[in-house]
């Protein structure tokens, strides 16, 4: 069962422009993973934020955690074509990793 | 360093055969991970191993499903009596341990159809 749900389901924006998008759960969490997904293959590590941390960057990534909230929002900064994909949030409870629907970003040259 | 790999990258089979597939896990990790991604569930979690430890199977949707892993290492996922509806991508994914500090890092995945 999916205990994420990743906000909106679909993105479409122009390049260099900034993309966010936005991920509730529902129980306690160890950590919250997000992950990038290109043609419904493989699933691509992004950033890992543990459940006492509230902001972490990497690259053009930022991650926020209000886990009072029990939300996750994912920022991609100056998108590019090379960005179009599907972004998952994961949830590990109990080291399994419960996964989202995903949002499908689009970047238009 | 070479990532995870999995084995066959597309699988076909029909209704009622056994299938078997393959993970190799990143060198050096002690945790592996299955979970598929059907369109209809999403990417769902199955079964995962850390050590010698007993494995966390709570995610098996049946006892067609079952995975053992040798020498901790390589594993493999069997499902026996396949059915439409195992139809779906299986990922295997693995880790330094099983720990809430360590990232997951996940194979291309093996695309299971069942006619």
């Known amino acids: 069962s999916q205990q994420g749900e990743e906000d909106p389901q679909a993105l479409s924006i122009q390049e260099g422009e900034n993309a966010t998008m936005n991920c509730s759960y529902k129980t306690s969490i160890n950590n919250l993973q997000w992950y990038r997904q290109n043609s419904g293959r493989g699933l691509v590590h992004l950033i890992l934020?543990?459940?006492?941390?509230r902001e972490k960057h990497s690259g053009r990534l930022r991650v926020t955690l209000d886990t009072s909230k029990k939300s996750s929002s994912l920022l991609i900064t100056a998108s590019r074509a090379a960005d179009t994909a599907s972004y998952f949030c994961?949830?590990?409870?109990?080291?399994?990793?419960?996964f989202g629907a995903g949002t499908t970003v689009t970047v238009r040259a | 360093g070479a990532g995870v790999s999995q084995s066959p990258s597309n699988k076909v089979t029909e209704k009622g055969k056994d299938v078997e597939l393959r993970c190799d896990p990143i060198?050096?990790?002690?945790?592996l991970y299955w979970y598929r991604q059907s369109l209809g569930q999403g990417l769902e979690f199955l079964i995962y191993f850390q050590g010698n430890s007993a494995p966390d199977k709570s995610g098996l949707p049946s006892d067609r499903f079952s995975a053992e892993r040798t020498g901790g290492s390589v594993s493999t996922l069997t499902i026996q009596r396949t059915q439409q509806e195992d139809s779906a991508v299986y990922l295997c994914a693995s880790s330094l341990e099983a720990s809430s500090y360590n990232e997951q890092f996940f194979g291309p995945g093996t695309r299971l159809t069942v006619l």
């Open positions: 934020i543990r459940s006492n941390e």
């Open positions: 994961a949830t590990d409870h109990d080291y399994k990793l419960s």
């Open positions: 060198s050096g990790h002690t945790a």
